[in-house]
């Protein structure tokens, strides 16, 4: 098997950190990740925000009830959006930078985790995506798709189970009925 796939095979989203900082190096190449994603037209509609201030990591991690409490312990967290006007497939575009972001993260042997808040809501019913524009100060035509939660792991998580892969999602040749 290649290194590659190794890497998609171990990569499991990771949700506790130590408090080690990243370097700066780290946190060059994983901005770097995001910025060689493939965008449509090559419109690169994907833009970022990246935090490191323990306060305003706690605070983004309020901005959902449930499943985002990982960015408050996390090194970094790197907020995944688009400039909707120039690319209509803005969604793909953010989530392909993000992936990547997660898949650079994996081969400098950091860990990771996607925080959903495009339609995702707060504990008041405030759209979480108006939460993190807010508390960044981000224009608020600008959506946000994500957070990613980034450091050094606190937790092992066995690599994904190949042998169990679901092979019935994938239909050779044609569509068929099984
Ligand atoms: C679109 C998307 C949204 C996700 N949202 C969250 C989230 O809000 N909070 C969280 O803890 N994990 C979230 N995850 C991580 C998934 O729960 C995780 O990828 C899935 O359970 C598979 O586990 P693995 O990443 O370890 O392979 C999200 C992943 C994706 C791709």
């Known amino acids: ?92 575009d953010s989530s392909i930078a993000a992936t990547l972001i997660q898949l650079q993260a994996e081969a400098l042997g950091l860990g990771s985790v996607w925080i959903q808040v495009r339609d995702r809501y707060g504990f008041d019913g405030m759209p979480a995506e108006e939460y993190v524009q807010e508390a960044l100060g981000m224009p608020d035509t600008l959506p946000v798709v994500c957070i990613l939660a980034i450091g050094h792991p606190a937790e092992e998580r066995k690599p994904a189970a190949v042998d169990k892969l679901k092979w019935e999602q994938v239909h050779i040749g044609q569509w068929s009925l099984r």
């Open 1 to 92: 098997m290649s290194e590659f796939h190794d890497l998609l095979v171990n990569r499991r989203s990771i949700r506790r950190f130590t408090p080690e900082p990243l370097s700066a190096e780290d946190v060059k190449q994983l901005l770097e990740a995001a910025l060689l994603a493939p965008s449509s037209k090559n419109q690169r509609s994907v833009r970022l925000v990246a935090v490191d201030q323990p306060d305003t990591l706690k605070r983004l991690a309020d901005c959902k009830p449930v499943a985002a409490n990982a960015i408050a312990g996390a090194a970094m967290a790197v907020v995944v959006g688009a400039d909707m006007t120039l690319s209509d497939p803005w969604i793909e």
